[in-house]
């Protein structure tokens, strides 16, 4: 069989480069092993932060009586159906991809893909023939083989929301955005939480300040061992973690160890290109191309940006390169940003700080545990990092801990992608009172460690005083 264009994998990566693919031809092939869906909608980002909502709102009752606000201590958590509304949030985001292969027909092939040359793939016993491969095939949880033996005892974000129960006591190994999302919003819920990470950080922040700031936040909700492995053993009917500073007898284990790229048995030793211990292929960023040929390899599976909108990009990049008669040019890559929803919120945007050398940086700070509109709300807590480069004052990145970061974070970014100076941002608009002018607080704080160029009569203005407005 020859087809013109083949897509390996119907995740988020995989419907991006399918949409644009048929703009181009008809002439493809969709082959997906599994189910029809993205991680995102399915196991990952969606339902995740549908059980962070609830928790959260749970999680306010604890203002009430400072509010004035009576009969909080009469709510209670009833974790079957706080499951059951995840999963039907979560039902409703897979239905459109759910239904490609109905809409596709004979275009969409459920069974496994395996390369058998650059041009060449197989399916199910069938050779296709394509000018074109794109691969998509995802990835999946990692979890240590020795842990197997534990059964079901052993969670993962796939099965964590398909329980119609959780047990009183988790142990969450793996603190990196997502053991952190979960095992916060978990102790929230009322259930005893103990977290466990190889490494002395959380969520991936790079920032050491902000790192300091976002523990013990952290660690008024749930117990931390860090900076020493997980070890698990039998305890009687628990399984016993010991880990840095001690250990934790649960009764079921999160491992929230970060994904694998599934990329064994993919056949990319026929490809006739160097791999890397791990198997794993050079891949061109800016086209998402392994070596010369017309394959190319995104999202998840190549462990570059696995985060959803990064994986559309590269859907769409690939894509262009991939359909006949398309485009035929590198891409930028968009503004470097994550986001951590947990509480508060952490954010990274734009460089890292350990990229930018000290001589080069200068960098201002807000404190939210003082910013008056955060003080309203009663999550007042955390600090906005900002660094900008230290002739010039462009902004370069930002780091942060602070209640709903995601927004903030979006506001930098689209400064970063613009090459906007420090002056410039705190010229344009804040109004009063938003949690917004933290951002304000922040950048006039690095309007004093910058040559006054001039550009910003505002920026200028001196303290007054007055706590909302400085």
Sequence with gaps: MNVDTVIVGAGTAGLSALREVRRYTDDFLVVNNGHWGTTCAAVGCMPSKALIEVANAFHHRKLFQQFGLRGADALRVDIPAVLAHVRKLRDGFVKGPESVPEELGKRAVQGFARLSGPGCIEVNGNRIHARSIILAPGSRPVVPESWLAFGDRILTTDSLFEKNDLPQRIAVVGMG?????IAQALARLGITVAAFDNSDRLAGIGDDEVLAAFRPLLERELTLHLGGSADLEQAGDRIRVSGAGGGFEAD??????????????????????????????????????????????VGDANADRPLLHEAADEGYIASQFAAPGADRHGFCRRTPMSVVFSSPQVAHVGQAVSDISDQHRVTGSADFSRQGRVRITGMAAGVLRIHADAQNGKLLGADMCIPDAEHLAHLLALAIEQNMTVQQMLAMPFYHPVMEEGLRSALRDLTKQLPDKGLSDLSRCPEIGHEALD
């Design 177 to 181: 955005a997502i053991g952190v999302e």
């Design 252 to 297: 079921a284990v999160l491992a929230a160890m970060g994904r694998r790229p599934n990329i064994d048995g993919l056949g990319l030793e026929t490809l006739g290109v160097p791999l890397s211990d791990k198997g794993m292929p050079q891949v061109d960023p800016t086209t998402l191309r392994i070596g010369g040929l017309q394959v190319f390899l």
